[in-house]
């Protein structure tokens, strides 16, 4: 059974950087391309980007000069990292799984709730 | 950027209604095109894959119809557990997009 478990802060303040984990077990990281996704009351779900593998991300434009998505596949986790947040970063993470050429995602994480404050 | 308009953004119904939900792109996506169902502090599930795929595990009472921009997820005599947020989802071109999702109410 596949499983997705997000951690880090719930809390950051602004203008500081978000970090988030995502561990995956069940299966093993490679072969699959994983994505970042944040849902707010306000804009409902965003996806921010995803990796495939060890290869190159892709990201959302308007996010791109400040998200960072990293993997590493020896410890089975991807990583999201969020520069200068403001409280327009404040929602639910979710990290998520998918197959590429068009796939659905298959698996989600719980998410996290992350609030952006001083 | 896709852009997926749905409608409507909330319905109230009653049990063993029939519901149709719709999902237009702003531009060509083939049958790239997912429906997810999201209940209260859960993270969504895909109902139907591919325009038309129920996904395993689906009811039978959840379809899906569509291709090319303009997609619909219907749902036969609803039930109370159908009562969620409905989001279609488009993976034909980067950035990855979701609808803005339809509240279902029963």
Known sequence: QVQL???????VKP?????LTC???G????????SWIRQTP?????WLGRMYGSGYPNYYPSLESRLTISVDTSKNQF???LTSVTAADTAIYYCARDHGSGSPFDYWGQGTQVTVSS | ?????????????TPKEK?????????YIGSNLHWYQQKPDQSPKVLIKYASQSNSGVPSRFSGSGSGTDFTLTINSLEAEDAATYYCYQSSSLPLTFGGGTKVEI
Do not use: N
């Not at chain 1, 203008?15 to 970090?19: I, N």
């Open chain 1, 5 to 11: 478990q997000e951690s880090g802060p719930g809390l």
């Open chain 1, 15 to 19: 203008s500081e950087t978000l970090s």
């Open chain 1, 23 to 25: 561990t995956v077990s």
């Open chain 1, 27 to 34: 299966d093993s990281i490679r072969g699959y391309y994983w």
């Open chain 1, 42 to 46: 306000g804009k409902g779900l965003e």
């Open chain 1, 79 to 81: 990583y999201l990292k």
């Open chain 2, 1 to 13: 950027e896709i852009v997926l308009t749905q409608s409507p953004d909330f319905q109230s119904v």
């Open chain 2, 19 to 27: 519901i149709s939900i719709t999902c237009r792109a702003s531009q």
